[in-house]
């Protein structure tokens, strides 16, 4: 299987052109990571990614999503209280370690395998302008299975609204 990174030369940033461009696939490589589509890719940009930043010096990944009263989980959810769900926020949490994986040179495909604890602090609402999730990487192993564990915050603006701990991500290959 061809190296993900004969596909991709790692940036340190990526635009919403280039998050539609992994959520295409073979961003990676072919059979190699790919972000879901909209509505389901719930990031606009990447504006921080590294291999030793973070909290605890191991790589870490910033994204941002744009928040308009007009996003289609507000008109579903709750349709008398719009809220965004927090399972989105986590769903978008874990495809950011997975690309994580990926950019950093891990072959496969994106499984979320669990998480050990979230807590809600706030909610995301139609009046935030920009939801910012953070993930600092915790633990990486490679083999036939990649793994990665972070920890990750979600801030609706500039506060806060949930804290999430031991995302556990792999990227899985036929082989595995």
Request: net charge neutral; with cysteine.
């Amino acid at each position: 299987m061809p190296h993900p990174h004969d596909f991709h030369t790692p940036q340190s940033s990526y635009s919403g052109i280039d998050l539609l461009r992994a959520s295409d696939g073979g961003f990676f490589g072919p059979g190699n990571a790919q972000l879901p589509a909209p509505p389901l890719l719930l990031m606009d940009r990447i504006p921080e990614i590294s291999l030793d930043r973070g909290a605890f010096g191991k790589g870490h990944i910033v994204s941002e999503l744009d928040v308009t009263a007009s996003l289609w989980f507000f008109e579903c959810h709750l349709p008398d209280d719009p809220v965004m769900p927090g399972s989105l926020s986590l769903d978008a949490l874990w495809q950011m370690v997975g690309y994580w994986l990926a950019w950093s040179g891990s072959p496969g495909t994106i499984r979320a395998l669990g998480v050990g604890a979230v807590k809600f602090r706030g909610q995301i609402t139609p009046d935030i302008k920009r939801v910012r999730y953070e993930v600092a990487m915790r633990q990486v192993k490679r083999g036939r299975l990649a793994l990665g564990v972070a920890d990750g915050r979600v801030l609706a603006d500039e506060t806060c609204v949930y804290v999430v701990r031991d995302l556990r991500v792999g990227l899985t290959t036929s082989a595995a």
